[in-house]
């Protein structure tokens, strides 16, 4: 578990060119240690350090966070929420259990950021970052299925999808 000294993280907001408030750096400070959380996650993790904050508020914090770089937002399909992370700048992606949502970082494939280099795309020349989903089926939801009346998982198709580029046309 990491965790950054709270005047760290309000000296890092300053640097945004935010107010160091209570809500922003307590917030960080949670994201640190609990990485991957949703507004709903943070909320109850803080409201007994901030008991008046409200969920509202706590959205409000995580979106001025991620506009100015403090945080990274995963915005997966299926889960029915934006998830925050402090990590934002080490170019990682992320691999997703389609059955239980665990999220667990990946570092990144080859290479410095960005990791991936699309084929050419005119007008589209200055490439800033790649952000790669894999979504699999965590060991513990494979024991689980295995071991239930219900019907089996489909096999893995040989070419992941992420959006619309296929992990076997990564090498193409």
């Given at each position: 578990?990491?965790?950054?000294?709270?005047?760290?993280?309000?000296?890092?907001?300053?640097?945004?060119?935010?107010?160091?408030?209570?809500?922003?750096?307590?917030?960080?400070?949670?994201?640190?240690?609990?990485?991957?959380?949703?507004?709903?996650?943070?909320?109850?993790?803080?409201?007994?350090?901030?008991?008046?904050?409200?969920?509202?508020?706590?959205?409000?914090?995580?979106?001025?966070?991620?506009?100015?770089?403090?945080?990274?937002?995963?915005?997966?399909p299926g889960t029915g929420g934006a998830r925050y992370e402090t990590d934002h700048a080490d170019n990682h992606h992320h691999i997703q259990c389609v059955a239980c949502g665990r999220l667990e970082d990946v570092e990144c494939a080859i290479g410095a950021?960005?990791?991936?280099?699309?084929?050419?795309?005119?007008?589209?020349?200055?490439?800033?970052?790649?952000?790669?989903?894999?979504?699999?089926?965590?060991?513990?939801?494979?024991?689980?299925?295995?071991?239930?009346?219900?019907?089996?998982?489909?096999?893995?198709?040989?070419?992941?999808?992420?959006?619309?580029?296929?992990?076997?046309?990564?090498?193409?």
């Open positions: 578990m990491r965790t950054e000294p709270t005047d760290t993280w309000a000296t890092r907001v300053r640097e945004a060119g935010l107010r160091a408030t209570p809500g922003r750096v307590v917030t960080l400070r949670f994201l640190d240690s609990h990485p991957h959380s949703t507004t709903a996650q943070v909320h109850a993790g803080i409201c007994t350090e901030l008991p008046t904050i409200s969920l509202q508020s706590v959205h409000n914090v995580v979106n001025d966070l991620s506009v100015c770089g403090l945080l990274r937002r995963i915005d997966l950021a960005p990791c991936l280099t699309p084929s050419p795309v005119d007008g589209m020349s200055t490439i800033l970052s790649a952000e790669i989903t894999f979504r699999a089926l965590c060991d513990d939801c494979a024991r689980t299925r295995a071991h239930s009346t219900a019907p089996a998982v489909a096999a893995p198709s040989s070419r992941l999808t992420t959006g619309t580029t296929t992990r076997s046309d990564l090498h193409d």
